[in-house]
C-alpha cells in the first residue's frame, strides 16, 4: 500500500499542487511559487518556495533532488543533495538550490525546480561501545578501495 502524501497550499495563486510527470516516475515535481523570477548568478545559492506545505506519513521521509534536465541544461542543483524533510515538519518546503553552470539561470512561477521522492526510514538503536567489529577494510577512508 502506497503512502498518502497530505498537500496544503499556502497561498491561494500558487502553481499547480505537485504531481508525477509520468506512471514510472519515482519523484513528484516539485514547482516554484515565486511572485517575480530569480535569476541565480553562477555559483549563487537561493531558498526558493514552492508555496506548499506537506504532511509525510510517520516512518517515512521527503528527499529533494535536484532535476536532471535543469541540472545538465543550467547548472541548477541543490546544495544540499539530498535534502530531508522529516515526517514531523509542516512549514513550506523551499528548494535550496544553487546554479553550478556558466550563465545566469533564471527561475520563474511554475517552474518545476526539484524532485521529492517519498522514502522509508529505519531509525537505528544507538549504542556506545568500546571497539568496533574489524573488517578487511578497517579505517581506511576516502579512496581507499580505489588504490
Known amino acids: 500500500m502506497n503512502p498518502v502524501l497530505k498537500v496544503r497550499r499556502l497561498r491561494d495563486t500558487g502553481p499547480p499542487?505537485?504531481?508525477?510527470?509520468?506512471?514510472?516516475?519515482?519523484?513528484?515535481?516539485?514547482m516554484a511559487d515565486l511572485d517575480l523570477p530569480v535569476t541565480l548568478a553562477p555559483m549563487e545559492r537561493r531558498a526558493i518556495p514552492t508555496g506548499i506545505a506537506i504532511a509525510i506519513p510517520s516512518g517515512y521521509e521527503g528527499q529533494i533532488r535536484p532535476r536532471s534536465g535543469r541540472a545538465f541544461n543550467d547548472g541548477l542543483t541543490m546544495v544540499n543533495s539530498p535534502g530531508t524533510i522529516d515526517h514531523d515538519y509542516r512549514g513550506e518546503?523551499?528548494?535550496?538550490?544553487?546554479?553550478?553552470?556558466?550563465?545566469?539561470?533564471?527561475?520563474?512561477r511554475g517552474d518545476r525546480i526539484a524532485q521529492l521522492i517519498i522514502a522509508p526510514v529505519a531509525r537505528a538503536e544507538i549504542v556506545e561501545v568500546a571497539d568496533l567489529d574489524?573488517?578487511?577494510?578497517?579505517?581506511?577512508?576516502?579512496?581507499h578501495t580505489g588504490r
Open 17 to 30: 499542487l505537485p504531481s508525477y510527470q509520468s506512471p514510472g516516475a519515482s519523484g513528484i515535481d516539485l
Open 93 to 108: 518546503l523551499k528548494v535550496l538550490a544553487i546554479n553550478l553552470g556558466a550563465n545566469p539561470v533564471t527561475v520563474s
Open 134 to 143: 574489524q573488517t578487511p577494510r578497517g579505517s581506511g577512508g576516502f579512496g
